[in-house]
C-alpha cells in the first residue's frame, strides 16, 4: 500500500506559478512507480497533466507542455508538479497517483486545490 500526500496548492493569479508536492507517507519509496499528475476541474471529468515513469521517461497533456515540469526525487520519495504561466483553466483539484508497470494507477493521494484567477 501506498500513501501519497500532495501540497502546495493555493489561489494565485493568471500568470503566477506554483509547485505542487506528492510525497510518499511514512518513508515509502517511491523509486519503483510511474507517477503521475492529474487533474479534475468542477464538473469536468479528471484528466491527465503529467507522469514520469522510473526511467525517467516524461509525458506532459498538450494543454500544459511547455508550462509545467514533473520531477521526481527518489532519495526524498517526493515527485513535484512545478507550474508556470498560469490559467484560469488550470483551477482544478490537482492529484498524484502511483502505479507499478503498465497497469491502472493504483495509489491516488487525496488531491490539493489550485485556483486561478483571472
Known amino acids: 500500500q501506498v500513501q501519497l500526500v500532495e501540497s502546495g496548492g493555493g489561489l494565485v493569479q493568471a500568470g503566477d506559478s506554483l509547485r505542487l508536492s506528492c510525497a510518499a507517507a511514512?518513508?515509502?519509496?517511491?523509486?519503483?512507480?510511474?507517477m503521475g499528475w492529474f487533474r479534475q476541474a468542477p464538473g469536468k471529468e479528471r484528466e491527465f497533466v503529467a507522469a514520469?515513469?522510473?526511467?525517467?521517461?516524461?509525458d506532459y497533456a498538450d494543454s500544459v507542455k511547455g508550462r509545467f515540469t514533473i520531477s521526481r526525487d527518489n532519495v526524498k520519495s517526493t515527485v513535484y508538479l512545478q507550474m508556470t504561466s498560469l490559467k484560469p483553466e488550470d483551477t482544478a483539484v490537482y492529484y498524484c497517483?502511483?502505479?507499478?508497470?503498465?497497469?491502472?494507477?493504483?495509489?491516488w493521494g487525496r488531491g490539493t486545490q489550485v485556483t486561478v484567477s483571472s
Open positions: 511514512s518513508g515509502r519509496t517511491l523509486t519503483n512507480y510511474e
Open positions: 497517483a502511483a502505479r507499478e508497470g503498465f497497469g491502472s494507477y493504483a495509489y
Open positions: 514520469v515513469t522510473w526511467t525517467g521517461r516524461i
